[in-house]
């Protein structure tokens, strides 16, 4: 486990050097268990770039945290339904400007006809279509989780998951393919805006 926190680790350290979780913004989970639900999870309030795996928070379903001090974000409960329901071994949560200006395009994006599609799980052409829900942002975060539950089942096939104004949030089957899809979103949204404006 040891080696994985690292890994872990080391992904939160690139994602804040590509600029993708400024100031303290962001957050990150990895799955520990999933009977009982235990989550790893970066705590509130500190910049990614100086997190350590000391820093690293154990949470349960209800995103309370277990046998540590410190706070983790209170969106950690969106991280729960993504685990849920997409069976992600990995959720990564970034605020960069092309997502967020993205997500400020109604309630939904559809893309297709771009190479880097194939970059995601299951898609294996240019002429797929990825569809990334938008959901109105909130505080209210037992709300807003169950909300995103919704959507999740609602878009089966969907990669992300935008926050009206806030972030994107992506996942996967490990750290590295939460990475690539996070990589490959980040570029599909920044093409998508750019084309559109």
């Known amino acids: 486990m040891e080696s ?70 209170a969106e950690a409960l969106l991280h729960i339904p993504i685990v ?40 294996s052409s240019h002429l797929d279509h990825e569809r990334i829900p938008i959901l109105p942002n909130s505080q209210d975060m037992p709300a807003l989780s169950a909300e995103l539950r919704s959507v999740l089942r609602t878009n089966p096939n969907c990669h992300g998951v935008l926050l009206a104004g806030h972030g994107l949030y992506t996942w996967g089957d490990s750290p590295s393919d939460a990475y690539r899809h996070l990589e490959a979103l980040e570029f599909l949204l920044e093409v998508f805006v750019r084309r559109s404006t």
């Open 4 to 73: 994985e926190r690292g890994q872990f680790i080391a992904l939160i350290h690139a994602i804040r050097r590509r600029g993708w979780s400024p100031a303290t913004g962001g957050n990150f989970s990895l799955v520990l268990s999933l009977n009982p639900l235990r989550l790893l999870i970066t705590p509130s309030g500190i910049d990614k770039g100086d997190i350590a795996a000391r820093d690293l928070l154990e949470i349960d379903r209800e995103g309370r945290c277990i046998g540590a001090n410190g706070q983790p974000s």
């Open 84 to 123: 849920e329901e997409r069976k992600a071994t990995c959720v990564l949560h970034v605020h960069t400007v092309w997502n967020t200006l993205a997500s400020l395009r109604g309630k939904s994006i559809d893309i297709e006809g771009l190479e880097m599609l194939k970059a995601l799980s299951g898609l």
